[in-house]
């Protein structure tokens, strides 16, 4: 019987993709569902040597747990929503969107400077064009180096002394319980996070009736709005998940949502930064991806076409 089946929900093997999975089978489980979870590597995880770009650009964290939902190993896959490329894969869908965790990105400090108090030259690790961009804006002198690796070898090569600080997602520490981590959380319009970070999402097949009711209670309507409308934002512009493109949309107090987002490239002499913000009222999907696509085309009257695809054809 239908009531009786065991929800198979595929993970990366990561320490954080398993604890983020861990937390949508434990809430499955209180509503009384059966789950078994299973374990995929993804090329995201295997080639942790080389820069995310010279994997295969978007999707290098998901193909594999997309090809196990399409084969019928599995039945749901937990991600991590900024990981997800935009356009949607044929015969699967996005059912639920829990409740956010921060956004925004964080310093991790191991002499607990914030980013301002940095001396010249301190060495930053991080792997995200974007963030490279933005730490360029904010502190020319520092030098940035690529890092690659799940959270705690992240950490652990910043506390060998192979980094001063690290830039992170906040929300992979808060969920990791290494919080304590934090030196800084670093805050739009100064820094802007990756399109939908700190949001999950679980993808099933799309005939899977089953699985779509049973996923309804664990959706979040305000986090659904919100990185819907970052996504389409995303989408407008043509830009992948690696693409230095920042965005947050956020439900202001007369229930409107506000959406910034922004354009970056650090090819230059200085870094280019072109922002745009939009507020409207948004009660569902369509009216969310109405407000992204209205910020993703102010970009585009302001250049982000043609800096995207200079980026584009240097390889980035």
Not at 29 to 53: C, F, K, N, W, Y
Not at 90 to 106: E, K, W, Y
Not at 237 to 252: D, R, S, T, Y
């Amino acid at each position: 019987m239908e009531s009786s089946r065991i929800v198979r929900v595929g993970t990366r093997a990561s320490t954080l993709a398993r604890t983020q999975t861990q937390l949508m089978v434990d809430a499955l489980r209180l509503l009384g569902h059966a789950v078994e979870i299973v374990t995929i590597s993804t090329q995201g995880d295997v080639r942790s040597d080389v820069p995310i770009s010279a994997i295969g650009n978007d999707g290098v964290f998901v193909r594999e747990l997309e090809r196990a939902l399409l084969t019928g190993a599995i039945d749901a896959a937990v991600h991590s929503l900024k990981d997800l490329p935009t356009a949607e894969t044929t015969g699967l869908s996005l059912a639920c969107v829990p409740q956010r965790a921060s956004p925004f990105d964080v310093l991790v400090s191991r002499e607990h400077v914030l980013l301002a108090a940095l001396p010249a030259g301190a060495v930053v690790g991080t792997s995200s064009i974007r963030r490279v961009a933005q730490l360029q804006a904010l502190r020319s002198d520092l030098i940035v180096r690529d890092i690659r690796g799940n959270v705690d070898t992240r950490l652990r090569q910043l506390d060998a002394g192979n980094y001063d600080c690290l830039i992170l997602a906040g929300a992979g520490l808060q969920r990791l319980g290494l919080a304590e981590r934090i030196t800084q959380v670093l805050r739009p319009d100064a820094f802007w996070p990756a399109i939908a970070q700190g949001a999950l999402v679980i993808q099933i097949r799309n005939d899977d009736a089953f699985l779509r009711q049973a996923l309804k209670p664990l959706d979040d309507p305000t986090t659904h709005l919100a990185v819907w409308a970052e996504r389409s934002c995303l989408a407008a512009l043509a830009g992948g998940c690696l693409a230095p493109i920042g965005a947050w949309a956020q439900q202001e107090s007369d229930g409107h949502f506000e959406l910034g987002a922004c354009v970056l490239d650090n090819s230059g002499d200085s870094v280019e930064r072109l922002l745009a913000k939009r507020s409207s009222a948004v009660s569902s999907e369509q009216q969310a991806v109405a407000l992204g696509q209205s910020v993703a085309a102010d970009l585009l009257d302001q250049g982000a076409f043609a800096l995207l695809s200079q980026m584009r054809s240097r390889g980035l």
